[in-house]
T-cell receptor, first 114, second 115 residues
Framework: GENVEQHPSTLSVQEGDSAVIKCTYSDSASNYFPWYKQELGKRPQLIID?????GEKKDQRIAVTLNKTAKHFSLHITETQPEDSAVYFCAAAVSSGSARQLTFGSGTQLTVLP | SAVISQKPSRDICQRGTSLTIQCQVD?????MFWYRQQPGQSLTLIATANQGSEATYESGFVIDKFPISRPNLTFSTLTVSNMSPEDSSIYLC????????????FGPGTRLLVL
């Protein structure tokens, strides 16, 4: 089955700096890669996703890049703010139209220091 | 998107008992998923609940321990049976919105503490 590794497990940055979280996956058939943000005591919320037919996607301060050859994808947050502090999870799935089971990474605790 | 609710939001249970968690969605969905998130850990898929067929369980999870019902396209239940302290966790349901919408939306979760 799919295996997703996520690094780093913790990340502290100064407010205004950029943060980068990296994930690798094992199943070359995976074609859908979402990122979730989970604040303490809350449910995971989708913040951005990318499909294997594109290499990069941006949404304001958040961007995701995908390297299919190397089987890794990364989350980039620019101009970080204290409210970006949370646990971030990457995930991978094979989207076949009938089954989309997400395999999650281990999570990254991001702390933005004011 | 979808509005997903879960009941109960939290519970404290005695070992050996069972708890049934409900998940309600405000629209019809084909697939519903149940996850476990142990304290400080990632999300682990327990099973996929399909309406009209048996749930599909992931390795390490069995139907006798985690029976699932899916009576219609907006509702599912997960039962945690014969609980032990190791079952203390957050249980989340999620849904995706159909054949060409891969995004999964999560319910608020049920915090379970087993004494």
């Amino acid at each position: 089955g799919e295996n997703v590794e996520q690094h780093p497990s913790t990340l502290s940055v100064q407010e205004g700096d950029s943060a980068v979280i990296k994930c690798t996956y094992s199943d070359s058939a995976s074609n859908y890669f979402p990122w979730y943000k989970q604040e303490l005591g809350k449910r995971p919320q989708l913040i951005i996703d990318i499909r294997s037919n594109v290499g990069e996607k941006k949404d304001q301060r958040i961007a995701v890049t995908l390297n299919k050859t190397a089987k890794h994808f990364s989350l980039h947050i620019t101009e970080t703010q204290p409210e970006d502090s949370a646990v971030y999870f990457c995930a991978a799935a094979v989207s076949s139209g009938s089954a989309r089971q997400l395999t999650f990474g281990s999570g990254t605790q991001l702390t933005v220091l004011p | 998107s979808a509005v997903i609710s879960q009941k109960p939001s939290r519970d404290i249970c005695q070992r050996g008992t069972s708890l049934t968690i409900q998940c309600q969605v405000d629209s019809q969905v084909t697939m519903m998923f149940w996850y476990r998130q142990q304290p400080g850990q990632s999300l682990t898929l327990i099973a996929t609940a399909n309406q009209g067929s048996e749930a599909t369980y992931e390795s390490g999870f069995v139907i006798d321990k985690f029976p699932i019902s899916r009576p219609n396209l907006t509702f599912s239940t997960l039962t945690v049976s014969n609980m032990s302290p190791e079952d203390s966790s957050i249980y989340l349901c999620s849904v995706d919105l159909g054949a060409f919408q891969e995004t999964q939306y999560f319910g608020p979760g049920t915090r379970l503490l087993v004494l």
